[in-house]
């Protein structure tokens, strides 16, 4: 494929940037994830390096509820109301507040244990949470196949949270993989088996991801990874 319709996007974040995905196919534009909340400018600069502005997207699709993922989506649906709400159905009730966060609640039943370093996270998890609920507009299962840029396939890679969606563009072999995996310093990693609320299914998610011819994955965190053992090294991620 000579035009490639996958963009990934850079939003500055200390030393670790964050990486939602921007997908351009004619008049529509699809983005992946949405950032930290209160980043909309530094999002809005991002899209403007392809010459998209928020109210030009067509569609946002979350991959999980949190809230480096949801962080901009009340604030883009505010400008963009057009705009449709995309994500699985295991995650809807948090993306619309329905029920409490899943780190909240792993916070709350002891299975996350808070570091003396990650209070004020958890402190803000707590306050801003409840003030990000978006009414989703559309729901995808696994094996759903977007019908833009000749197809973006949708699995369910549960684990992180288990509503957890992963994408993949046949056409040029890219995974866009959420938290599902992690990127560290040029390093592919599972997900953060802390932050992970069921680390077996997460495995089994990354076995699943293996299955696939992939030529280069896009993590939220850590960005892009380009190569042709993509496929072993996942395979091994996920025993
Ligand atoms: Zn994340």
Same mark, same amino acid.
């Given at each position: 494929m000579t035009h490639d319709p996958i963009h990934l996007l850079t939003l500055p974040r200390g &030393?670790?940037? =964050?990486? +939602? &995905? $921007?997908?351009?196919? *004619?008049?529509?534009?699809?983005?992946?994830? @949405?950032? $930290? +909340?209160? @980043?909309?400018?530094?999002?809005?600069?991002?899209?403007?390096?392809?010459?998209?502005? +928020?109210?030009?997207?067509t569609a946002v699709l979350i991959t999980h509820h949190d809230i480096d993922h949801i962080g901009n989506l009340k604030a883009l649906k505010t400008l963009n109301p057009q705009m449709s709400v995309i994500t699985s159905e295991g995650e809807v009730d948090f993306v619309e507040g329905k029920v409490q966060a899943q780190k909240l609640q792993d916070i709350a039943s002891g299975a996350l244990v808070i570091a003396e370093d990650q209070k004020a996270w958890?402190? @803000? /998890?707590?306050?801003?949470?409840?003030?990000?609920?978006?009414?989703?507009?559309?729901?995808?299962?696994? *094996?759903?196949?977007? @019908? %833009?840029?000749?197809?973006?396939?949708?699995?369910?890679? +549960?684990?992180? &949270? /288990? *509503?957890?969606?992963? =994408?993949y563009h046949h056409a040029t072999q890219t995974l866009i993989t959420g938290d599902a995996l992690n990127l560290n310093q040029g390093q592919l990693n599972g997900p953060n088996p802390r932050m992970t609320h069921d680390l077996e299914l997460a495995k089994a998610s990354l076995k699943k991801l293996a299955a696939y011819p992939i030529q280069r994955?896009?993590?939220?965190? *850590?960005? /892009? %990874?380009?190569?042709?053992?993509?496929?072993? $090294? /996942?395979?091994?991620?996920?025993?």
């Open positions: &030393t670790n940037a =964050l990486h +939602p &995905t $921007l997908i351009l196919d *004619g008049d529509v534009a699809l983005l992946v994830d @949405t950032g $930290l +909340p209160n @980043t909309l400018d530094q999002l809005s600069a991002e899209l403007a390096r392809f010459g998209v502005t +928020p109210d030009h997207l958890a402190e @803000t /998890l707590t306050r801003v949470f409840p003030t990000l609920s978006t009414p989703v507009d559309d729901v995808v299962q696994d *094996g759903d196949v977007l @019908t %833009i840029a000749d197809g973006i396939e949708v699995i369910a890679t +549960p684990g992180h &949270t /288990l *509503g957890h969606i992963s =994408l994955i896009l993590c939220f965190h *850590g960005g /892009l %990874i380009e190569g042709k053992n993509l496929q072993q $090294l /996942l395979d091994k991620l996920s025993q």
